[in-house]
């Protein structure tokens, strides 16, 4: 295998480069050119020690100016580049297909097309061509590292708070700390469900299936998090037409996020690292993070 190249990580226009890890063997040569040539390019295995992936690559994609896609029959079945792709399009980013064995994205028709190597480099605008710098890391390992732990250690605590207070009376002391703490952690969505609260508190804790009440909450709001998910969770919130854009499950026992296609405005999910494996459908127009 080719041997890597870093990723930029400087402030200056830079590519983004989306690929099947199982096509590395034809696309790391051509990245390693690029790189050559000191095109400012940023790809997957330039993440930080210490990071969170998915975030990570998220970060990176909204902040390049243009995206490379690897066309081939491993990227058209890869959830990942197609939650790539789709977030390249709705933000409007220069986007480049090249095509392996003639291989083309059905969402990508009229975009800038290549076949070789020579045809994409030439095709890069010279703005991306930087000057070799920008590609230390060393600073970003450590604060990620750091993050990483202070994100770890407060999401653990919130997890454990959800489990407490899940099947204890809750104080309004107790419901502003998880608050404070699920919010540390890094999950921001607007509420988290319950079904046997009677009162709308700002943060509600549950961990059971939908009620009545609860589904007439879900239908007014855009993000929600709930405490726990299972596959019956999902399908009672993929039978009410929801105004639902953002859903975040803190513990879960699903098998599939095949509901959630019946989700017809959800654009992100996202999810605790201990529910994989799980089916992703292929052609869920959501993106998955892992949180």
Excluded at 54 to 64: M, R, S, T, V
């Amino acid at each position: 295998m080719t041997e890597l190249v870093p990723a930029y990580e400087g402030k200056k226009p830079y590519l983004f480069v989306s690929y099947a890890h199982k096509d590395s063997d034809l696309v790391l040569p051509v990245i390693a050119k690029m790189f050559e040539k000191k095109f400012r390019v940023w790809y997957d295995e330039g993440i930080a020690p210490g990071s969170e992936w998915p975030k990570n690559i998220a970060d990176h994609l909204n902040a390049a100016d243009a995206f490379v896609i690897f066309v081939s029959e491993n990227s058209l079945r890869s959830p990942n580049c197609e939650n790539e792709v789709i977030r390249a399009k709705k933000s409007g980013k220069d986007i480049t297909q090249f095509s392996i064995h003639s291989r083309l994205h059905p969402e990508l028709k009229g975009v800038r097309t290549v076949f070789s190597e020579a045809d994409l480099l030439a095709s890069i605008p010279g703005k991306y061509v930087g000057d070799g710098t920008g590609y230390d890391r060393s600073v970003k390992q450590g604060n990620g590292l750091l993050t990483k732990i202070i994100i770890a250690a407060a999401a653990a605590a919130a997890i454990c708070l959800v489990a407490f207070f899940a099947t204890a009376d809750r104080s309004a002391l107790a419901e502003k700390t998880l608050a404070r703490l699920e919010k540390a952690a890094g999950f921001g969505a607007d509420k988290v469900l319950n079904n046997n609260t009677k009162e709308t508190p700002d943060v509600l804790i549950g961990d059971r299936a939908l009620s009545a009440a609860v589904d007439r909450e879900i239908m007014q709001m855009e993000s929600v998090t709930l405490s726990f998910a299972d596959d019956r969770i999902l399908e009672d919130i993929a039978n009410n037409d929801s105004l639902l854009k953002e859903l975040t499950i803190l513990t879960a026992d699903i098998t599939t996020l095949e509901p959630l296609l019946r989700c017809r405005k959800l654009e992100t999910v996202y999810l605790p690292l201990s529910a994989f494996p799980l089916e992703i459908p292929e052609n869920a127009q959501f993106e998955v993070i892992l949180r």
